[in-house]
């Protein structure tokens, strides 16, 4: 495990990283968590990362859940990364945030409002796209008809 020390107890924060591994609207705050958890070979630990890397919306956090559990000698499944949406109806949460919004608002309002209205969508895909996360929600926003 790249020369780091696996340890067989709980960490002394683990009720923190717990909450970290659980924000929904934080995927770098769960990849974190994973980071941390994943020096700590316990069974509360094994039964969070098999949660993240079987439902995590974003895949770099799955794919790291899978790699702190690999390492830990666990028999675990590569999560799939070919999903179709990660939110259903994300087509239409886009429309619903652009309707709410002055028929002349700016790409950038637009951003913004997404945001504060379903911070867990904007964080999923910001996660999930990386760089190519503004690119995909400008091309999003333009083809929502109102």
Request: hydrophobic content about 35%.
């Amino acid at each position: 495990m790249n020369n780091e020390e696996v340890i067989q107890e709980l960490p002394e924060n683990y009720e923190e990283l717990k909450r970290a591994a659980g924000r929904s609207a934080d995927w770098k705050a769960r990849l974190e968590a994973v980071e941390e958890l994943g020096r700590y070979n316990h069974k509360q630990i094994i039964d969070i990362l098999n949660r993240l890397m079987i439902s995590d919306p974003v895949y770099t956090v799955q794919e790291a859940a899978y790699n702190k559990l690999r390492a830990f000698g666990e028999d675990v499944k590569v999560p799939s990364k070919n999903k179709a949406e990660l939110f259903k109806g994300v087509s239409k949460i886009i429309l619903r945030v652009k309707k709410s919004l002055p028929k002349d608002h700016s790409y950038e309002e637009f951003k913004e409002k997404l945001k504060k209205m379903r911070v867990d969508v904007y964080d999923a895909y910001e996660g999930e796209k990386g760089e190519n996360f503004d690119q995909w929600l400008e091309q999003m926003w333009i083809s929502a008809t109102k």
